[in-house]
């Protein structure tokens, strides 16, 4: 524990001008970020007696070693250099909103020529235009359903395309109307796009247009007595009609607003935000967080939500006003940051009276449901982490808990393309930004104990040499987590608390050796036998037997299960590369440049067989006859190797899907999906 005296700035050295500082412990690493008008002033408050900080307060304090500032010449610079270095150093003491769920987005692919219409998950990228988020997939594939009987935009992957344009005939979808079918010419791309902003333009609020629009259509053709198309109107109608009617008017102004509530207690806070657009919800998220700094008042994470929800987002994904429960202080700069980003003033307000305070009640419930909900679960979840990390101690005889394990498992398919993987988990979770992929490089064939060697020897080596580069330099010793060209950490900087290799005492004296050879002795070493999950030490004539019903076994399993997946993943896509060589080394005159340019701009094999004769030969250096004889060879290789295979089909449309694209719930392939090509070694 460290006193905060001995690294206090000198008096008067501080400024009082606003910027952001950094709290960094005795490693290097950044564990807090904070922003302020008036840097001697908010710094000033942490160094005062221990006895009168909040006691999470005193445990950051206490834990630094080092605080920095950067002045800034307004509140806005600061708002973006802080969400910034929270975004790069990730402090352990800063709230952190992360999701309760993974939400599902309704998503237009507008980067693309002709636009498609998917479900998704996960983060937005650029060029695509996003709608919700929803809490449930299905409802949003049945608005979808509906929908494209008005606005039959495409909504099949880009393999499905691409086939239906090459054989010159549409996929069901086109033959039932709910799609326009670009992909046979029945419409030009002009049409189509018109078909998708239509479609984007019913999404985002703006129903009554289409739907007076559709009424005088209806109206005009039973007055030219062309009833059948008025009865295709009207059920349209009926179909925009039901659409609506999933999302009830909250707000009978129709405006389009983001509705933001807390709940919080003394040590978590919910966070609980209503899409509103055209006075209808169109999608709810929740966020969850530890309230590390103790000192934060409810306007300081309205704030740091803010920043950290509309951080990259630009246009009309941010509304014109924004609800929230509590004034932020620094209102005044979000509000500029924010209609920067918009193009347009933006307004963040707080609901006193009417449909706007009745809908944020609604939604501060919501919040504290959520936050109920998460604390039971929470606390089952800490709980059993904290007894597997003590079991793991205990059972192996280790001098402390291991709050970082590293896995390292080796994948190959009879001695070729043999790689490894490394894992981390922290405080008994998966740190995926931790994760590494190894080539092995100085072993020939089918030898995991070798393999194991060389790849822990290759990771502790560069520990090493980090280490013994900043001790040359003169620079303190504990810096060398931290690269100072970037400001980050270090690729190979942390040691672990445990190694933990993917099989029996072969393996683990391997890595036993290979680590003492280094010098790290003192790291403890173990393996976990697959066949009766037993744990080895090293020069231990017994394994170690942990309960079945222990949580210590059940962590140890999660983290080899999580190091053989990822290292069955990267093999794989080394061996689709190296099958895509294979089947290209029988096409004449195609030399090692042009095989390379077409592996970097497909990637897989599966990528090339889908491509056409004009897609190959527009590459720099491939002529149409070359581009013939690729993609003879591929289709030729593909039927001898697909043969009797059928494709997935969406039982419900059937539409035929590409392989790219995981099939959601209700779908199914009409064949046996292919079992595992086969992996040795343990």
Request: neutral net charge.
């Amino acid at each position: 524990m460290a006193d905060p005296s001995s690294y206090r700035p000198a008096p008067g050295s501080i400024p009082d001008s606003p910027g952001v500082y950094r709290f960094s412990d005795s490693a290097g690493r950044v564990i807090y970020v904070g922003k302020a008008k008036n840097l001697r002033a908010r710094l000033s408050s942490y160094f005062q007696d221990l006895v009168n900080l909040h006691p999470r307060t005193q445990a950051m304090v206490t834990t630094a070693a080092k605080v920095e500032w950067t002045v800034v010449g307004s509140e806005v610079e600061s708002l973006q250099l802080e969400y910034s270095w929270i975004k790069e150093y990730d402090p352990r003491f800063n709230v952190k909103y992360r999701d309760d769920k993974s939400y599902p987005w309704l998503a237009i692919t507008l980067n693309e020529d002709y636009p498609r219409v998917m479900v998704g998950r996960g983060q937005k990228k650029k060029g695509i235009r996003y709608f919700g988020p929803y809490s449930h997939a299905w409802a949003i594939r049945e608005t979808v359903d509906l929908l494209l009987r008005v606005f039959p935009m495409r909504s099949c992957s880009k393999g499905v395309f691409n086939r239906h344009r090459q054989i010159g005939r549409p996929c069901l979808l086109g033959y039932i109307g709910k799609c326009a079918a670009p992909c046979t010419g029945q419409v030009s791309q002009e049409e189509h796009r018109k078909i998708v902003d239509d479609f984007a333009a019913f999404l985002s609020g703006q129903t009554a247009t289409y739907v007076r629009r559709l009424e005088k259509e209806m109206k005009a053709a039973a007055a030219e007595l062309e009833y059948e198309r008025a009865a295709k109107i009207r059920d349209d109608l009926a179909a925009l009609e039901k659409a609506l009617a999933k999302n009830a008017v909250v707000l009978g102004d129709g405006t389009d607003t983001d509705v933001i509530a807390l709940s919080e207690d003394p040590l978590e806070v919910a966070v609980q935000i209503f899409y509103v657009r055209g006075g209808r919800i169109r999608g709810e998220r929740g966020w969850i967080a530890d309230k590390a700094d103790g000192t934060a008042t409810t306007g300081d994470l309205v704030s740091r939500f803010i920043q950290q929800t509309y951080a990259g987002d630009s246009g009309d994904t941010i509304p014109r006003e924004i609800l929230v429960p509590t004034e932020p202080e620094d209102i005044a700069a979000l509000t500029e940051w924010l209609s920067e980003l918009r193009g347009s003033k933006v307004f963040i307000r707080v609901p006193q009276r009417g449909d706007k305070k009745a809908l944020m009640e609604t939604v501060e419930r919501n919040a504290l449901q959520t936050l109920t909900m998460h604390k039971t679960k929470r606390a089952s979840d800490l709980t059993t982490r904290n007894q597997a990390l003590e079991e793991i101690q205990a059972g192996l005889d280790l001098p402390e808990a291991p709050l970082r394990l590293e896995c390292y498992d080796v994948s190959n398919l009879q001695g070729t393309e043999v790689v490894a993987s490394m894992v981390v988990f922290e405080d008994g979770l998966p740190r995926k930004s931790e994760y590494r992929r190894f080539v092995i490089k100085g072993v020939d064939g089918q030898n995991d104990v070798a393999s194991i060697a060389e790849v822990l020897t290759r990771r502790f080596k560069r520990l090493l040499d980090e280490r013994s580069a900043v001790v040359e330099d003169g620079e303190d010793p504990a810096a060398n987590l931290i690269d100072p060209e970037t400001g980050r950490a270090r690729k190979f900087s942390y040691a672990p608390g445990l190694v933990v290799v993917d099989g029996g005492p072969p393996q683990v004296a391997a890595a036993r050796q290979a680590m003492d050879e280094l010098g790290l002795g003192d790291i403890p070493v173990c393996g976990l036998a697959k066949r009766l999950e037993e744990v080895w030490l090293p020069d231990e004539e017994d394994p170690v037997i942990f309960s079945r019903t222990s949580e210590g076994l059940y962590l140890l399993q999660r983290l080899r299960d999580e190091a053989h997946r990822f290292a069955i993943t990267h093999h794989r896509s080394r061996r689709s590369k190296s099958m895509v060589e294979s089947v290209l080394d029988e096409v004449a005159g195609l030399g090692e440049v042009r095989r390379k340019t077409l592996l970097r701009h497909f990637g897989s094999l599966k990528k090339l067989r889908q491509a056409t004769i004009d897609e190959v030969a527009a590459l720099p250096g491939f002529g149409r006859r070359t581009a013939e004889a690729v993609v003879l060879a591929v289709n030729a290789a593909a039927t001898k190797a697909d043969t009797g295979r059928a494709p997935a089909v969406n039982m419900a449309t059937g539409e035929i899907l590409d392989d790219d694209v995981p099939a959601p719930a209700g779908l199914r392939s009409i064949e046996a999906p292919d079992g595992d090509p086969g992996r040795t070694g343990n």
